[in-house]
Protein backbone atom coordinates (compact mmCIF):
# COMPACT_ATOMS: atom_id res chain seq x y z
CA UNK A 1 0.00 0.00 0.00
CA UNK A 2 1.33 3.59 -0.03
CA UNK A 3 1.16 5.73 2.19
CA UNK A 4 1.77 9.19 2.57
CA UNK A 5 6.11 9.05 4.07
CA UNK A 6 5.53 12.59 5.12
CA UNK A 7 3.08 11.85 8.07
CA UNK A 8 2.39 9.04 10.67
CA UNK A 9 -0.80 6.89 9.55
CA UNK A 10 -3.02 5.99 12.11
CA UNK A 11 -4.40 2.94 12.29
CA UNK A 12 -6.77 1.11 14.91
CA UNK A 13 -7.54 -2.76 15.07
CA UNK A 14 -11.17 -3.27 16.24
CA UNK A 15 -12.40 -6.63 18.17
CA UNK A 16 -15.68 -6.52 19.62
CA UNK A 17 -15.95 -9.66 22.22
CA UNK A 18 -17.67 -11.00 24.77
CA UNK A 19 -17.92 -9.16 28.48
CA UNK A 20 -15.70 -10.75 31.26
CA UNK A 21 -13.27 -11.63 28.58
CA UNK A 22 -9.72 -10.28 28.04
CA UNK A 23 -8.02 -8.46 25.16
CA UNK A 24 -8.97 -10.60 22.22
CA UNK A 25 -5.91 -12.33 21.29
CA UNK A 26 -5.42 -11.20 17.42
CA UNK A 27 -5.48 -7.50 17.71
CA UNK A 28 -2.75 -8.20 20.35
CA UNK A 29 -0.70 -9.94 18.36
CA UNK A 30 -1.00 -8.50 15.34
CA UNK A 31 -0.12 -5.10 16.72
CA UNK A 32 3.20 -6.23 18.82
CA UNK A 33 4.31 -7.85 15.34
CA UNK A 34 4.09 -5.26 13.31
CA UNK A 35 5.55 -2.83 15.35
CA UNK A 36 8.63 -4.86 15.71
CA UNK A 37 9.56 -3.84 12.20
CA UNK A 38 11.30 -0.57 12.54
CA UNK A 39 9.53 1.32 9.36
CA UNK A 40 6.49 0.49 10.69
CA UNK A 41 6.66 2.01 14.40
CA UNK A 42 8.48 4.97 12.40
CA UNK A 43 5.22 5.66 10.09
CA UNK A 44 2.43 4.29 11.47
CA UNK A 45 0.95 4.92 14.78
CA UNK A 46 -1.32 1.69 16.11
CA UNK A 47 -4.18 1.23 18.56
CA UNK A 48 -6.69 -1.17 19.70
CA UNK A 49 -9.91 -0.56 20.24
CA UNK A 50 -12.50 -3.24 21.83
CA UNK A 51 -15.75 -3.12 22.02
CA UNK A 52 -18.26 -5.35 24.71
CA UNK A 53 -20.96 -7.43 21.72
CA UNK A 54 -23.77 -5.21 24.07
CA UNK A 55 -22.93 -2.00 23.54
CA UNK A 56 -24.53 -0.56 20.95
CA UNK A 57 -23.23 0.47 16.97
CA UNK A 58 -24.24 4.27 18.19
CA UNK A 59 -21.59 3.67 20.79
CA UNK A 60 -19.13 2.01 19.17
CA UNK A 61 -19.37 4.19 16.11
CA UNK A 62 -18.90 7.37 18.06
CA UNK A 63 -15.67 6.19 19.86
CA UNK A 64 -13.96 4.74 16.72
CA UNK A 65 -15.19 8.17 15.05
CA UNK A 66 -13.17 10.00 17.20
CA UNK A 67 -9.94 9.36 16.60
CA UNK A 68 -8.03 10.43 13.18
CA UNK A 69 -7.64 6.71 11.76
CA UNK A 70 -6.90 6.45 8.68
CA UNK A 71 -7.02 2.54 8.71
CA UNK A 72 -9.70 0.02 10.58
CA UNK A 73 -8.74 -3.73 10.68
CA UNK A 74 -11.62 -4.88 12.01
CA UNK A 75 -11.42 -8.63 13.69
CA UNK A 76 -14.74 -10.67 12.34
CA UNK A 77 -16.04 -13.93 13.91
CA UNK A 78 -19.54 -15.52 13.10
CA UNK A 79 -21.04 -13.43 16.00
CA UNK A 80 -19.76 -10.21 15.59
CA UNK A 81 -20.29 -10.01 11.61
CA UNK A 82 -23.63 -8.19 11.43
CA UNK A 83 -22.06 -5.22 13.57
CA UNK A 84 -18.50 -4.57 12.02
CA UNK A 85 -20.81 -4.65 8.51
CA UNK A 86 -22.50 -2.16 10.05
CA UNK A 87 -20.37 0.24 11.39
CA UNK A 88 -17.55 0.00 8.57
CA UNK A 89 -20.62 0.95 6.30
CA UNK A 90 -21.37 4.43 8.62
CA UNK A 91 -17.47 5.58 9.10
CA UNK A 92 -17.04 5.17 4.92
CA UNK A 93 -20.13 6.97 4.48
CA UNK A 94 -19.18 9.86 7.14
CA UNK A 95 -15.49 9.84 5.20
CA UNK A 96 -14.68 7.81 2.28
CA UNK A 97 -11.11 8.59 2.55
CA UNK A 98 -10.61 5.95 5.77
CA UNK A 99 -9.60 2.70 4.99
CA UNK A 100 -11.57 -0.11 5.88
CA UNK A 101 -9.88 -4.09 6.39
CA UNK A 102 -11.51 -7.22 7.11
CA UNK A 103 -9.68 -10.60 9.54
CA UNK A 104 -10.48 -13.18 11.06
CA UNK A 105 -12.36 -16.84 10.20
CA UNK A 106 -15.19 -14.84 9.38
CA UNK A 107 -13.72 -12.80 7.05
CA UNK A 108 -11.39 -15.42 5.68
CA UNK A 109 -14.03 -17.70 4.39
CA UNK A 110 -16.06 -14.93 2.59
CA UNK A 111 -13.09 -12.62 1.33
CA UNK A 112 -13.80 -12.45 -2.41
CA UNK A 113 -17.66 -12.17 -1.64
CA UNK A 114 -17.23 -9.58 1.04
CA UNK A 115 -15.28 -7.64 -1.68
CA UNK A 116 -17.62 -8.33 -4.34
CA UNK A 117 -20.78 -7.61 -1.89
CA UNK A 118 -19.74 -4.70 -0.04
CA UNK A 119 -18.43 -1.85 -1.56
CA UNK A 120 -17.56 0.20 1.71
CA UNK A 121 -14.93 -2.56 2.29
CA UNK A 122 -11.64 -2.23 1.05
CA UNK A 123 -9.32 -5.17 1.79
CA UNK A 124 -9.96 -8.86 3.19
CA UNK A 125 -7.10 -10.69 4.76
CA UNK A 126 -7.72 -14.14 4.07
CA UNK A 127 -5.61 -16.72 7.19
CA UNK A 128 -3.32 -15.44 9.85
CA UNK A 129 -2.67 -11.82 9.81
CA UNK A 130 1.20 -10.67 11.27
CA UNK A 131 3.32 -10.92 8.62
CA UNK A 132 0.13 -10.33 6.07
CA UNK A 133 -0.72 -7.34 7.60
CA UNK A 134 3.25 -5.75 8.01
CA UNK A 135 3.51 -6.62 4.25
CA UNK A 136 0.36 -4.39 3.54
CA UNK A 137 1.51 -1.72 5.78
CA UNK A 138 5.35 -1.56 3.80
CA UNK A 139 4.54 -2.90 0.47
CA UNK A 140 4.16 -0.98 -2.75
CA UNK A 141 3.14 -3.90 -4.62
CA UNK A 142 -0.11 -4.86 -3.67
CA UNK A 143 0.52 -8.74 -5.55
CA UNK A 144 2.92 -9.34 -2.92
CA UNK A 145 0.98 -9.39 0.10
CA UNK A 146 0.13 -12.63 1.53
CA UNK A 147 -3.84 -13.89 1.80
CA UNK A 148 -4.58 -10.37 0.49
CA UNK A 149 -7.74 -10.22 -1.00
CA UNK A 150 -8.28 -6.80 -3.17
CA UNK A 151 -9.85 -5.06 -6.24
CA UNK A 152 -7.98 -4.39 -9.15
CA UNK A 153 -9.54 -2.57 -12.46
CA UNK A 154 -12.59 -3.90 -11.12
CA UNK A 155 -12.18 -7.45 -10.42
CA UNK A 156 -11.51 -9.03 -7.27
CA UNK A 157 -7.99 -10.63 -6.92
CA UNK A 158 -6.99 -12.94 -4.54
CA UNK A 159 -3.68 -13.68 -3.34
CA UNK A 160 -1.92 -17.28 -1.67
CA UNK A 161 -1.75 -17.26 2.08
CA UNK A 162 1.69 -17.79 3.92
CA UNK A 163 1.90 -19.20 7.33
CA UNK A 164 4.07 -17.75 9.82
CA UNK A 165 6.69 -20.59 10.15
CA UNK A 166 8.13 -19.92 13.60
CA UNK A 167 5.33 -19.00 15.94
CA UNK A 168 8.23 -17.77 18.57
CA UNK A 169 8.72 -14.98 16.44
CA UNK A 170 4.83 -13.77 17.37
CA UNK A 171 5.00 -11.54 20.82
CA UNK A 172 2.50 -13.45 23.76
CA UNK A 173 -0.39 -11.72 24.99
CA UNK A 174 1.68 -10.68 28.68
CA UNK A 175 4.63 -8.96 26.48
CA UNK A 176 2.01 -6.87 24.93
CA UNK A 177 1.84 -3.18 26.84
CA UNK A 178 -2.13 -3.22 25.60
CA UNK A 179 -3.10 -6.54 26.97
CA UNK A 180 -1.07 -5.73 30.36
CA UNK A 181 -2.76 -2.35 30.84
CA UNK A 182 -6.35 -3.96 29.65
CA UNK A 183 -6.08 -6.20 32.36
CA UNK A 184 -5.17 -4.13 35.08
CA UNK A 185 -8.20 -1.74 34.10
CA UNK A 186 -10.57 -4.06 34.23
CA UNK A 187 -13.24 -3.67 36.60
CA UNK A 188 -13.42 -7.71 37.69
CA UNK A 189 -11.56 -10.73 37.23
CA UNK A 190 -11.61 -12.22 33.40
CA UNK A 191 -11.32 -15.35 31.79
CA UNK A 192 -7.80 -15.17 29.88
CA UNK A 193 -7.09 -16.80 26.58
CA UNK A 194 -3.96 -17.90 25.55
CA UNK A 195 -2.63 -19.97 22.63
CA UNK A 196 -0.08 -22.72 22.51
CA UNK A 197 -0.07 -23.93 19.01
CA UNK A 198 -2.33 -22.98 16.16
CA UNK A 199 -4.12 -25.79 13.45
CA UNK A 200 -5.69 -28.72 13.87
CA UNK A 201 -4.78 -32.04 11.95
CA UNK A 202 -8.37 -33.43 12.02
CA UNK A 203 -10.73 -32.50 9.25
CA UNK A 204 -14.25 -32.36 10.91
CA UNK A 205 -16.33 -31.17 8.05
CA UNK A 206 -18.21 -28.48 10.03
CA UNK A 207 -14.94 -26.75 11.51
CA UNK A 208 -12.82 -24.19 9.99
CA UNK A 209 -9.96 -24.88 12.23
CA UNK A 210 -9.02 -28.44 10.41
CA UNK A 211 -6.72 -29.42 8.14
CA UNK A 212 -4.49 -26.92 9.26
CA UNK A 213 -0.60 -28.34 10.11
CA UNK A 214 0.15 -28.28 13.78
CA UNK A 215 2.54 -25.11 14.85
CA UNK A 216 3.60 -24.82 17.89
CA UNK A 217 4.76 -22.02 20.56
CA UNK A 218 8.00 -23.33 22.10
CA UNK A 219 7.48 -24.24 25.82
CA UNK A 220 10.41 -21.52 27.02
CA UNK A 221 8.29 -19.14 24.95
CA UNK A 222 4.87 -20.09 26.94
CA UNK A 223 5.76 -20.72 29.98
CA UNK A 224 6.52 -17.11 31.91
CA UNK A 225 3.48 -16.49 29.55
CA UNK A 226 1.26 -18.86 31.95
CA UNK A 227 3.15 -17.80 35.05
CA UNK A 228 2.08 -14.32 34.31
CA UNK A 229 -2.01 -15.23 33.83
CA UNK A 230 -1.59 -17.51 37.11
CA UNK A 231 -0.23 -14.44 39.29
CA UNK A 232 -2.14 -11.33 38.14
CA UNK A 233 -4.94 -10.86 40.22
CA UNK A 234 -6.89 -9.57 37.51
CA UNK A 235 -7.08 -13.20 35.95
CA UNK A 236 -10.01 -15.59 37.02
CA UNK A 237 -9.42 -18.68 34.91
CA UNK A 238 -7.26 -19.04 32.08
CA UNK A 239 -8.62 -20.36 28.54
CA UNK A 240 -5.62 -22.72 26.13
CA UNK A 241 -7.47 -21.77 22.97
CA UNK A 242 -5.66 -24.74 21.22
CA UNK A 243 -7.70 -27.16 19.12
CA UNK A 244 -6.20 -30.10 20.79
CA UNK A 245 -3.95 -28.89 23.38
CA UNK A 246 -2.50 -32.15 24.23
CA UNK A 247 -1.37 -34.21 21.21
CA UNK A 248 1.70 -34.55 21.68
CA UNK A 249 3.23 -36.70 24.31
CA UNK A 250 6.33 -35.59 25.15
CA UNK A 251 5.66 -31.79 25.20
CA UNK A 252 2.31 -32.44 26.99
CA UNK A 253 4.31 -34.34 29.55
CA UNK A 254 6.25 -31.00 30.39
CA UNK A 255 3.70 -28.65 29.85
CA UNK A 256 1.30 -30.41 32.13
CA UNK A 257 3.66 -30.81 34.92
CA UNK A 258 4.49 -27.09 34.66
CA UNK A 259 1.28 -25.93 34.67
CA UNK A 260 0.46 -27.92 38.05
CA UNK A 261 3.15 -26.64 39.25
CA UNK A 262 3.39 -22.98 38.62
CA UNK A 263 -0.59 -22.33 39.15
CA UNK A 264 -0.05 -21.40 42.60
CA UNK A 265 -3.12 -19.99 43.15
CA UNK A 266 -4.77 -22.55 41.60
CA UNK A 267 -6.64 -21.17 38.90
CA UNK A 268 -8.73 -23.00 36.41
CA UNK A 269 -7.01 -23.87 33.25
CA UNK A 270 -10.00 -24.35 31.21
CA UNK A 271 -9.74 -25.72 27.17
CA UNK A 272 -12.06 -28.14 24.69
CA UNK A 273 -10.77 -31.22 23.62
CA UNK A 274 -12.16 -34.25 22.54
CA UNK A 275 -11.05 -37.76 24.46
CA UNK A 276 -10.50 -39.38 21.40
CA UNK A 277 -7.05 -37.91 20.73
CA UNK A 278 -6.15 -38.73 24.61
CA UNK A 279 -4.39 -41.90 24.13
CA UNK A 280 -1.57 -41.71 27.18
CA UNK A 281 -3.07 -42.61 30.87
CA UNK A 282 0.09 -40.69 32.24
CA UNK A 283 -1.50 -37.10 30.16
CA UNK A 284 -5.13 -38.28 31.50
CA UNK A 285 -3.89 -38.49 34.93
CA UNK A 286 -1.57 -34.97 34.80
CA UNK A 287 -5.08 -33.48 32.90
CA UNK A 288 -7.18 -34.49 36.09
CA UNK A 289 -4.70 -32.94 38.27
CA UNK A 290 -4.58 -29.71 36.72
CA UNK A 291 -7.24 -28.00 39.62
CA UNK A 292 -9.76 -27.65 37.39
CA UNK A 293 -13.03 -27.26 38.51
CA UNK A 294 -14.34 -27.94 34.71
CA UNK A 295 -13.94 -29.63 31.73
CA UNK A 296 -15.23 -29.28 28.21
CA UNK A 297 -15.48 -32.37 25.92
CA UNK A 298 -16.44 -32.56 22.13
CA UNK A 299 -18.20 -35.41 21.42
CA UNK A 300 -20.79 -33.46 19.01
CA UNK A 301 -21.88 -36.68 17.41
CA UNK A 302 -21.93 -40.52 18.65
CA UNK A 303 -23.68 -41.77 15.44
CA UNK A 304 -21.50 -43.77 13.25
CA UNK A 305 -23.35 -42.46 10.13
CA UNK A 306 -22.99 -38.55 11.28
CA UNK A 307 -19.51 -39.48 12.14
CA UNK A 308 -18.28 -40.81 9.03
CA UNK A 309 -20.33 -38.01 7.07
CA UNK A 310 -18.14 -35.34 9.01
CA UNK A 311 -14.86 -36.97 9.14
CA UNK A 312 -14.64 -37.59 12.49
CA UNK A 313 -13.57 -40.75 14.54
CA UNK A 314 -15.16 -41.91 17.58
CA UNK A 315 -14.01 -44.44 19.97
CA UNK A 316 -16.72 -44.90 23.04
CA UNK A 317 -14.62 -47.24 25.19
CA UNK A 318 -11.90 -44.56 24.90
CA UNK A 319 -14.18 -41.85 26.00
CA UNK A 320 -15.67 -43.85 29.37
CA UNK A 321 -12.16 -45.44 29.78
CA UNK A 322 -10.48 -41.30 29.97
CA UNK A 323 -13.51 -39.88 31.57
CA UNK A 324 -13.33 -42.51 34.53
CA UNK A 325 -9.92 -42.39 34.74
CA UNK A 326 -10.42 -37.92 35.67
CA UNK A 327 -13.26 -38.89 37.80
CA UNK A 328 -10.93 -41.11 39.95
CA UNK A 329 -8.01 -38.80 40.04
CA UNK A 330 -10.54 -36.22 40.98
CA UNK A 331 -13.85 -36.57 42.43
CA UNK A 332 -14.89 -32.90 42.64
CA UNK A 333 -14.20 -32.08 38.57
CA UNK A 334 -17.36 -30.99 36.63
CA UNK A 335 -17.57 -32.69 33.22
CA UNK A 336 -19.37 -30.83 30.25
CA UNK A 337 -19.63 -32.52 26.96
CA UNK A 338 -20.69 -30.84 23.53
CA UNK A 339 -23.03 -31.76 21.26
CA UNK A 340 -24.18 -30.26 17.90
CA UNK A 341 -27.85 -30.80 16.74
CA UNK A 342 -28.68 -30.84 13.16
CA UNK A 343 -25.09 -32.46 11.45
CA UNK A 344 -25.76 -34.46 8.22
CA UNK A 345 -26.96 -37.82 8.26
CA UNK A 346 -28.58 -37.09 11.74
CA UNK A 347 -31.53 -37.16 12.75
CA UNK A 348 -33.74 -37.22 16.18
CA UNK A 349 -33.62 -40.83 17.02
CA UNK A 350 -29.56 -40.80 16.71
CA UNK A 351 -29.68 -37.54 18.32
CA UNK A 352 -31.38 -38.53 21.38
CA UNK A 353 -28.95 -41.93 21.51
CA UNK A 354 -25.88 -39.18 21.64
CA UNK A 355 -27.31 -37.81 24.47
CA UNK A 356 -28.00 -40.97 26.21
CA UNK A 357 -24.29 -41.66 25.73
CA UNK A 358 -23.51 -38.31 27.29
CA UNK A 359 -25.86 -38.25 29.79
CA UNK A 360 -24.71 -41.89 30.86
CA UNK A 361 -21.36 -40.62 31.73
CA UNK A 362 -23.37 -38.07 34.67
CA UNK A 363 -22.09 -35.08 33.22
CA UNK A 364 -22.20 -31.69 35.36
CA UNK A 365 -24.12 -30.27 31.83
CA UNK A 366 -24.26 -30.65 28.08
CA UNK A 367 -23.46 -27.71 25.34
CA UNK A 368 -25.59 -28.35 22.43
CA UNK A 369 -24.66 -26.07 19.62
CA UNK A 370 -26.88 -25.81 16.62
CA UNK A 371 -25.02 -26.33 13.53
CA UNK A 372 -23.46 -23.70 11.95
CA UNK A 373 -22.48 -24.04 8.23
CA UNK A 374 -19.14 -21.58 8.65
CA UNK A 375 -17.74 -19.79 5.72
CA UNK A 376 -14.29 -21.84 5.19
CA UNK A 377 -15.48 -25.34 6.54
CA UNK A 378 -16.51 -28.02 4.31
CA UNK A 379 -19.99 -28.44 4.62
CA UNK A 380 -20.28 -24.47 3.68
CA UNK A 381 -18.47 -25.46 0.64
CA UNK A 382 -20.12 -28.20 -0.56
CA UNK A 383 -23.42 -28.17 1.12
CA UNK A 384 -25.93 -30.19 -1.66
CA UNK A 385 -22.80 -33.52 -0.83
CA UNK A 386 -24.00 -32.81 2.48
CA UNK A 387 -27.90 -32.95 1.91
CA UNK A 388 -28.08 -29.46 3.74
CA UNK A 389 -28.96 -25.88 2.69
CA UNK A 390 -27.94 -23.11 4.81
CA UNK A 391 -28.58 -19.21 5.42
CA UNK A 392 -26.06 -17.33 3.80
CA UNK A 393 -26.38 -14.39 6.89
CA UNK A 394 -24.50 -15.52 9.74
CA UNK A 395 -24.55 -17.27 11.88
CA UNK A 396 -25.42 -19.69 9.20
CA UNK A 397 -27.70 -21.81 10.80
CA UNK A 398 -29.58 -24.78 8.87
CA UNK A 399 -32.55 -24.34 6.47
CA UNK A 400 -32.76 -27.86 5.92
CA UNK A 401 -31.00 -31.26 6.59
CA UNK A 402 -32.19 -33.83 4.21
CA UNK A 403 -31.78 -36.14 7.14
CA UNK A 404 -33.11 -34.46 10.04
CA UNK A 405 -37.08 -33.12 8.78
CA UNK A 406 -37.50 -29.59 10.25
CA UNK A 407 -40.28 -30.82 12.92
CA UNK A 408 -37.55 -33.45 14.56
CA UNK A 409 -35.07 -30.35 14.69
CA UNK A 410 -37.28 -28.58 16.61
CA UNK A 411 -37.99 -31.46 19.20
CA UNK A 412 -34.12 -32.16 19.26
CA UNK A 413 -34.08 -28.75 20.26
CA UNK A 414 -36.54 -28.23 22.66
CA UNK A 415 -35.19 -31.82 24.24
CA UNK A 416 -31.46 -29.84 24.65
CA UNK A 417 -32.92 -27.05 26.08
CA UNK A 418 -35.23 -28.79 28.71
CA UNK A 419 -31.85 -31.22 29.59
CA UNK A 420 -29.84 -27.61 29.80
CA UNK A 421 -32.03 -26.18 32.44
CA UNK A 422 -32.61 -29.40 34.29
CA UNK A 423 -29.24 -29.67 34.86
CA UNK A 424 -28.91 -25.85 35.67
CA UNK A 425 -31.88 -26.53 38.60
CA UNK A 426 -30.12 -27.73 41.92
CA UNK A 427 -30.86 -31.49 42.91
CA UNK A 428 -33.05 -31.84 38.96
CA UNK A 429 -30.05 -33.21 37.44
CA UNK A 430 -29.13 -35.84 40.39
CA UNK A 431 -32.62 -36.35 40.50
CA UNK A 432 -32.90 -37.93 37.00
CA UNK A 433 -29.63 -40.10 37.82
CA UNK A 434 -31.19 -41.48 40.95
CA UNK A 435 -34.11 -42.53 39.02
CA UNK A 436 -32.43 -43.78 36.29
CA UNK A 437 -30.42 -46.14 38.56
CA UNK A 438 -33.39 -47.04 40.70
CA UNK A 439 -36.10 -47.88 37.53
CA UNK A 440 -32.71 -49.85 35.99
CA UNK A 441 -33.80 -53.03 34.50
CA UNK A 442 -36.98 -51.58 33.55
CA UNK A 443 -35.98 -51.55 29.48
CA UNK A 444 -35.49 -47.56 29.51
CA UNK A 445 -32.62 -45.37 28.55
CA UNK A 446 -31.57 -42.16 30.94
CA UNK A 447 -32.44 -39.89 28.17
CA UNK A 448 -36.59 -41.79 27.79
CA UNK A 449 -36.67 -40.18 31.28
CA UNK A 450 -36.06 -37.05 30.02
CA UNK A 451 -38.30 -37.22 26.95
CA UNK A 452 -40.85 -38.54 29.34
CA UNK A 453 -41.13 -35.41 31.56
CA UNK A 454 -40.73 -33.25 28.64
CA UNK A 455 -43.85 -34.60 27.36
CA UNK A 456 -45.45 -34.56 31.18
CA UNK A 457 -44.64 -31.25 31.02
CA UNK A 458 -46.86 -30.06 28.15
CA UNK A 459 -49.32 -28.13 29.10
CA UNK A 460 -48.53 -27.51 32.20
CA UNK A 461 -45.42 -25.59 32.25
CA UNK A 462 -43.74 -23.61 29.42
CA UNK A 463 -40.00 -22.81 30.10
CA UNK A 464 -39.65 -21.27 26.78
CA UNK A 465 -41.38 -18.59 28.53
CA UNK A 466 -43.99 -17.98 25.42
CA UNK A 467 -40.91 -18.36 22.82
CA UNK A 468 -40.92 -20.26 20.20
CA UNK A 469 -37.57 -22.77 19.78
CA UNK A 470 -37.63 -21.89 16.43
CA UNK A 471 -36.75 -18.24 17.27
CA UNK A 472 -34.18 -19.31 20.50
CA UNK A 473 -30.73 -19.68 19.19
CA UNK A 474 -28.72 -22.37 21.15
CA UNK A 475 -26.09 -19.56 22.25
CA UNK A 476 -29.12 -18.33 24.13
CA UNK A 477 -29.36 -21.11 25.72
CA UNK A 478 -27.52 -19.65 29.10
CA UNK A 479 -29.28 -16.68 29.72
CA UNK A 480 -33.02 -18.29 28.91
CA UNK A 481 -32.44 -20.76 31.32
CA UNK A 482 -30.57 -17.78 33.78
CA UNK A 483 -33.80 -15.87 33.64
CA UNK A 484 -36.26 -18.82 34.33
CA UNK A 485 -34.24 -20.06 37.02
CA UNK A 486 -34.04 -15.95 38.53
CA UNK A 487 -37.98 -16.92 38.87
CA UNK A 488 -38.44 -18.59 41.85
CA UNK A 489 -41.79 -19.35 41.36
CA UNK A 490 -41.23 -21.27 38.41
CA UNK A 491 -38.74 -23.27 39.96
CA UNK A 492 -40.93 -24.57 42.45
CA UNK A 493 -43.50 -25.23 39.54
CA UNK A 494 -40.30 -27.27 37.86
CA UNK A 495 -39.66 -28.96 40.90
CA UNK A 496 -43.00 -29.97 42.20
CA UNK A 497 -43.67 -31.14 38.18
CA UNK A 498 -40.67 -33.30 38.76
CA UNK A 499 -41.95 -34.94 41.60
CA UNK A 500 -45.36 -35.83 40.68
CA UNK A 501 -43.73 -36.96 37.30
CA UNK A 502 -41.17 -39.31 39.48
CA UNK A 503 -44.11 -40.31 41.52
CA UNK A 504 -45.98 -41.39 38.40
CA UNK A 505 -42.72 -43.21 37.26
CA UNK A 506 -41.80 -44.96 40.27
CA UNK A 507 -45.64 -46.09 41.64
C1 LIG B 1 -11.66 -17.89 22.26
C2 LIG B 1 -12.73 -18.38 21.31
C3 LIG B 1 -14.05 -18.12 21.62
C4 LIG B 1 -14.50 -17.30 22.83
C5 LIG B 1 -14.71 -15.81 22.48
C6 LIG B 1 -13.47 -15.12 22.09
C7 LIG B 1 -13.53 -13.62 22.10
N1 LIG B 1 -12.39 -13.01 22.10
O1 LIG B 1 -14.54 -12.99 22.11
C8 LIG B 1 -15.87 -17.97 23.15
C9 LIG B 1 -15.64 -19.12 24.10
C10 LIG B 1 -16.94 -17.05 23.74
C11 LIG B 1 -16.23 -18.53 21.78
C12 LIG B 1 -17.50 -18.88 21.46
C13 LIG B 1 -17.87 -19.39 20.22
N2 LIG B 1 -17.04 -19.69 19.21
CO1 LIG B 1 -15.13 -19.50 19.32
N3 LIG B 1 -13.28 -19.56 19.33
C14 LIG B 1 -12.39 -19.09 20.13
C15 LIG B 1 -11.00 -19.58 19.67
C16 LIG B 1 -10.72 -20.87 20.42
C17 LIG B 1 -9.82 -18.64 19.84
C18 LIG B 1 -9.92 -17.28 19.16
C19 LIG B 1 -8.57 -16.63 19.20
O2 LIG B 1 -8.34 -15.72 19.97
N4 LIG B 1 -7.60 -17.12 18.40
C20 LIG B 1 -6.25 -16.64 18.34
C21 LIG B 1 -6.14 -15.51 17.30
C22 LIG B 1 -4.72 -14.98 17.23
O3 LIG B 1 -6.48 -16.09 16.04
P1 LIG B 1 -7.60 -15.44 15.10
O4 LIG B 1 -8.66 -14.90 15.91
O5 LIG B 1 -7.96 -16.38 14.04
O6 LIG B 1 -6.80 -14.22 14.43
C23 LIG B 1 -5.82 -14.41 13.41
C24 LIG B 1 -6.39 -14.32 11.99
O7 LIG B 1 -7.75 -14.66 11.91
C25 LIG B 1 -6.10 -12.94 11.54
N5 LIG B 1 -6.93 -11.81 11.92
C26 LIG B 1 -7.83 -11.68 12.90
N6 LIG B 1 -8.28 -10.42 12.98
C27 LIG B 1 -7.67 -9.72 12.02
C28 LIG B 1 -7.75 -8.37 11.68
C29 LIG B 1 -6.95 -7.90 10.65
C30 LIG B 1 -7.03 -6.48 10.29
C31 LIG B 1 -6.09 -8.78 9.94
C32 LIG B 1 -5.25 -8.28 8.84
C33 LIG B 1 -6.01 -10.13 10.28
C34 LIG B 1 -6.79 -10.58 11.33
O8 LIG B 1 -4.86 -12.71 12.15
C35 LIG B 1 -4.86 -13.24 13.48
C36 LIG B 1 -3.46 -13.61 13.85
O9 LIG B 1 -2.91 -14.53 12.94
C37 LIG B 1 -11.28 -19.84 18.14
C38 LIG B 1 -10.41 -20.92 17.51
C39 LIG B 1 -8.99 -20.42 17.30
N7 LIG B 1 -8.04 -21.08 17.88
O10 LIG B 1 -8.76 -19.40 16.68
C40 LIG B 1 -12.76 -20.21 18.13
C41 LIG B 1 -13.60 -19.69 16.97
C42 LIG B 1 -13.27 -18.25 16.76
N8 LIG B 1 -14.94 -19.85 17.51
C43 LIG B 1 -15.80 -20.23 16.64
C44 LIG B 1 -17.17 -20.50 16.92
C45 LIG B 1 -17.98 -21.13 15.80
C46 LIG B 1 -17.72 -20.22 18.17
C47 LIG B 1 -19.19 -20.45 18.56
C48 LIG B 1 -20.16 -19.93 17.53
C49 LIG B 1 -19.37 -21.95 18.84
C50 LIG B 1 -20.80 -22.29 19.10
N9 LIG B 1 -21.35 -23.12 18.26
O11 LIG B 1 -21.39 -21.81 20.03
C51 LIG B 1 -19.31 -19.66 19.89
C52 LIG B 1 -20.15 -18.39 19.63
C53 LIG B 1 -20.20 -17.37 20.64
C54 LIG B 1 -21.55 -17.04 21.18
N10 LIG B 1 -22.36 -16.29 20.52
O12 LIG B 1 -21.83 -17.47 22.27
C55 LIG B 1 -15.18 -20.35 15.27
C56 LIG B 1 -15.50 -19.08 14.47
C57 LIG B 1 -15.73 -19.28 13.02
C58 LIG B 1 -16.18 -18.01 12.40
N11 LIG B 1 -16.52 -18.06 11.14
O13 LIG B 1 -16.21 -16.96 12.98
C59 LIG B 1 -13.67 -20.54 15.65
C60 LIG B 1 -12.69 -20.06 14.59
C61 LIG B 1 -13.47 -22.04 15.93
C62 LIG B 1 -13.96 -22.97 14.82
N12 LIG B 1 -14.94 -23.74 15.06
O14 LIG B 1 -13.49 -23.00 13.74
N13 LIG B 1 -15.14 -18.66 21.00
C1 LIG C 1 -14.11 -26.03 17.42
S1 LIG C 1 -14.70 -27.18 18.54
C2 LIG C 1 -13.20 -27.81 19.10
C3 LIG C 1 -13.21 -28.82 20.15
C4 LIG C 1 -12.31 -30.01 19.99
N1 LIG C 1 -11.21 -29.79 19.15
C5 LIG C 1 -13.14 -31.17 19.46
O1 LIG C 1 -12.85 -31.67 18.41
O2 LIG C 1 -14.07 -31.54 20.14
C6 LIG C 1 -15.39 -26.27 19.90
C7 LIG C 1 -16.89 -26.46 20.07
O3 LIG C 1 -17.61 -25.56 19.24
C8 LIG C 1 -18.73 -26.21 18.69
N2 LIG C 1 -18.71 -26.01 17.24
C9 LIG C 1 -17.63 -26.00 16.45
N3 LIG C 1 -17.97 -25.81 15.16
C10 LIG C 1 -19.31 -25.72 15.15
C11 LIG C 1 -20.27 -25.54 14.13
N4 LIG C 1 -19.92 -25.41 12.87
N5 LIG C 1 -21.57 -25.50 14.48
C12 LIG C 1 -21.94 -25.63 15.76
N6 LIG C 1 -21.08 -25.80 16.77
C13 LIG C 1 -19.79 -25.84 16.48
C14 LIG C 1 -18.62 -27.72 18.96
O4 LIG C 1 -19.67 -28.21 19.74
C15 LIG C 1 -17.30 -27.85 19.66
O5 LIG C 1 -17.38 -28.68 20.76
S1 LIG D 1 -13.73 -30.04 15.73
FE1 LIG D 1 -11.87 -30.17 16.90
S2 LIG D 1 -10.80 -31.94 16.04
FE2 LIG D 1 -12.35 -31.40 14.56
S3 LIG D 1 -11.29 -30.08 13.08
FE3 LIG D 1 -12.28 -28.75 14.63
S4 LIG D 1 -10.73 -28.41 16.15
FE4 LIG D 1 -10.05 -30.15 14.93
Redesign the pocket.
Known amino acids: MKFNDSQITSVK ?1 V ?1 I ?2 PG ?1 DL ?4 V ?2 KSYILKDPEISKKFSVHISQYDINTSNEDIFQDLETGNEQIY ?7 NFEKILALAEKLKETNPKRII ?9 LAEQILVKYEFIDFV ?1 N ?4 S ?2 KS ?1 LTTKDLSTVPGLVYRKNGTVLSNPEAQ ?1 KNLDELALPYESQDYREYLENSKTPVRA ?1 I ?1 TS ?1 GCPFSCAY ?3 GERKMKYFSLEKIKPAFEFLFNHPKVRTV ?1 I ?3 NPFLRKERSLELLNFLIEANKHKKSVTFEVSPEYLTNERIVELISQLNNEEFAFGVQSTAPEVLSRIKRKFNAELYRKNIKLIRQQNKAVEFWFSLIIGLPGDNYSQFIDSVDFVLKLKPEGIYF ?2 L ?1 C ?4 DLYKNPSEYGIEYMEEP ?1 HKLISNESFPHFEYNQAKELAFLIYLLHRTSNLKQSFYDLFEHQNGQGLRLVDYYIQFQTFLKDQLDVLDGKSIQDLT ?2 FFEQTASEFLQDQHKVEQLTHLYHSFETGVTS
Open positions: LSSFRSLAPSIGFTVYVWVLGGPEASGFGEGEAFFMAERCTWYTDSHELLPGSPSW
